[in-house]
């Protein structure tokens, strides 16, 4: 079977009680009680094995996968890269700031994003230097920087997010370890840090989603190749190696009143690799996904198998795979405009061709 779905809703509630509405209705039966809804406190358990009969479930967990795996990891990323601007071919910041665009940023600076509102950077530990003249890097070892946005739009590029959507929040960065000039384009460096997004909201006029968690991450630098990588996970995220997870609440006001749903994502790993000529952008993630809301659960494992690869923000190729004991989501990316999705469970299988233009909406409204 195929097809693409046109009339959708774009919050994670709105979608899942209409996929529970639907499934109830035996909608999304077939294929054994593998398939089944089942129905405890008026909350449905919805099982991705029913994706094989119901376009509406394939897309919607192919959705919530890109958009938790690549599209968190992309955001994570992105939104520390303001911290490296501004040291350029090898100039060192001093005094134990944090720069951006070359000015220092002690008292939180604020400059403009491109599609409006600002960002800013402020440092509440300087940190020391790791370097035998005491030069310093855009980061270093001890130090404590928040980046604030401000209805600053243009700055994020990630899958999901829409080029004029307006962010607000801040995320903290604490430094661990730093090695050379953190920043340079003319030598190589890498540094360690714990990054937490606080309260950090896409605004949309759909609705608005606001991301909270905490991520441990290395990031380091060739400058023979001018790559960049960045290994995170959520499985080490203080000194203690306690596990944290990543939690995005939707909310969305519709004809029918407010709704609200939440995705939590546990076991969270990712990997980001930027840089070269020509230039290439490749992410691989994996975790736990449960999205829920006050009538409907969806659980699923998800991993790419084949990175993902991005440009200017959007997805251009790649494979993610969802998983539960008896069924495998397969979502095929395969450029801007389109991608294929094929469901295998209990010896039955269902495709769809869809628009991954549906899955911007999701997040971004």
């Given at each position: ?28 039966g ?22 094989v ?8 967990a192919?959705?919530?996968a ?8 992309a955001?994570?990323t992105?939104a ?36 409006g509102?600002t ?44 080029d ?37 909201t ?9 991301i ?23 499985a080490?995220t ?7 997870a ?28 930027r ?68 469901v ?9 061709t ?12």
């Amino acid at each position: 079977m195929s097809g693409s779905y046109k009339s959708r809703p774009s919050s994670v509630a709105a979608i899942a009680a209409i996929i529970a509405a639907s499934c109830l209705a035996s909608a999304c039966g077939g294929g054994g009680s593998s398939s089944t809804i089942t129905v405890s406190n008026s909350v449905s358990v919805l099982k991705l094995s029913s994706a094989v009969q119901s376009e509406h479930v394939a897309e919607y967990a192919g959705g919530f996968a890109v958009v938790s795996g690549p599209g968190i990891a992309a955001i994570y990323t992105a939104a520390v890269q303001p911290l490296l601007r501004g040291v350029g071919s090898g100039t060192s910041s001093t005094g134990g700031t944090s720069s951006t665009g070359g000015t220092s940023s002690t008292g939180g600076t604020a400059t403009a994003c491109p599609a409006g509102g600002t960002l800013s950077i402020a440092v509440q530990n300087p940190g020391v230097s790791n370097l035998a003249d005491g030069s310093t890097g855009a980061l270093q070892t001890g130090e404590s920087v928040t980046i604030g946005f401000a209805q600053c739009a243009g700055k994020l590029k990630a899958p999901g997010i829409a080029d004029d959507a307006p962010i607000n929040g801040s995320v903290n960065v604490q430094v661990r370890s730093t090695t050379g000039l953190v920043g340079s384009t003319t030598s190589d460096w890498s540094y360690s840090a714990v990054e937490t997004a606080q309260a950090l909201t896409l605004t949309s006029p759909g609705g608005t989603t606001v991301i909270d968690g905490t991520v441990g991450y290395t990031t380091t630098y060739e400058a023979s190749t001018g790559v960049t990588t960045t290994t995170a996970s959520t499985a080490s995220t203080t000194t203690t190696g306690a596990a944290s997870a990543i939690s995005l609440h939707r909310t969305q006001t519709a004809a029918s009143g407010v709704l609200s749903g939440d995705i939590a994502i546990a076991s969270f790993e990712y990997t980001r690799v930027r840089g070269g000529t020509p230039l290439t952008d490749t992410l691989t993630a994996s975790g736990s996904i449960s999205v829920s809301t006050a009538d409907a659960v969806l659980d699923f494992s998800m991993t790419t198998p084949t990175p993902v690869t991005i440009s200017k923000g959007d997805l251009q190729g790649g494979v993610l795979q969802l998983t539960t004991g008896d069924t495998v989501e397969t979502v095929t990316l395969s450029g801007e405009s389109t991608f294929d999705i094929s469901v295998s469970a209990n010896g039955q299988t269902g495709s769809y061709t869809e628009d991954s233009g549906d899955f911007r909406s999701l997040i971004g409204g």
